[in-house]
């Protein structure tokens, strides 16, 4: 079953390319940020985060890219699977997490095989 | 697997109902948070709790309120049942370990509730 918003800006990109997706935030008072991946029908799965002391922080196949001078965040995944195909949604915390998540609209991952 | 449960998983109900819907969060997880997601509010943060007490409100209705128990688990009740309020209703819940950062807030699978 469908679990997101339908007009989700989307990328599709070719199995075995790299993905880049991006968000923008508005809060300059957010000091940590999260990537959640969200398959149809289930919740959203963590995957990377980071603190606004950073500008980078990778993963498994994962990277995440701060620019605060911009408020900007992107999420790279590198070797893109077919398995990686989900929504994207980047999500931001403000007083050092513990508490509510803001979360952007997401981004529709495709990955043509 | 998250670690965090959520019942039922989906449930379908009729206008001017109550529902109650559980979640149990991960080991050692103090804090439970409710979202609702719906296809044109995309994810949207209902209510906190931290060890019993009630942390944070969001776009909380007042039809709806939540618990959460001495056990941790917590409870979001949803009365008076109107069409808009079929949505996934998930829970997230953290640590909080009282460092200088916060913790993660890991997902449970969801509950879709049906208002027919």
């Known amino acids: 079953g469908e679990s997101v918003g339908l007009h989700l800006p989307t990328l599709s990109v070719q199995e075995g390319d790299n993905s880049i997706i991006n968000c923008a935030y508005s809060?300059?008072?957010?000091?940590?940020f999260i990537w959640y991946k969200q398959e149809s029908g289930k919740g959203p799965q963590f995957i990377i985060d980071?603190?606004?002391?950073?500008d980078k922080r990778q993963g498994q196949r994962v990277t995440v890219l701060l620019n605060k001078t911009v408020k900007h965040l992107s999420l790279q995944i590198a070797a893109t699977q077919p398995g990686d195909s989900a929504v994207y949604f980047c999500a931001e915390n403000r007083n050092s997490g513990n508490t509510p998540l803001v979360f952007g609209k997401g981004t529709r991952l495709s990955v043509i095989a | 697997d998250s670690g965090v449960t959520q019942t039922p998983k989906h449930l379908i109900t009729a206008t001017g109902q109550r529902v109650t819907l559980r979640c149990s969060p991960r080991s050692g997880d103090l804090s439970v948070y409710w979202y609702q997601q719906s296809l044109d509010q995309g994810l949207q943060f209902l209510i906190q709790y931290y060890n019993g007490e009630e942390r944070a409100k969001g776009n909380i209705l007042e039809r709806f309120s939540a618990q959460q128990f001495p056990d941790l688990h917590s409870e979001l009740n949803l009365s008076s049942l109107e069409l808009g309020d079929s949505a996934l209703y998930f829970c997230a819940s953290s640590v909080i370990a009282g460092g200088p950062w916060g913790d993660t807030q890991y997902f449970g699978p969801g509950t879709r509730l049906t208002v027919l």
């Open positions: 809060n300059s008072a957010s000091d940590y």
């Open positions: 980071i603190r606004s002391n950073m």
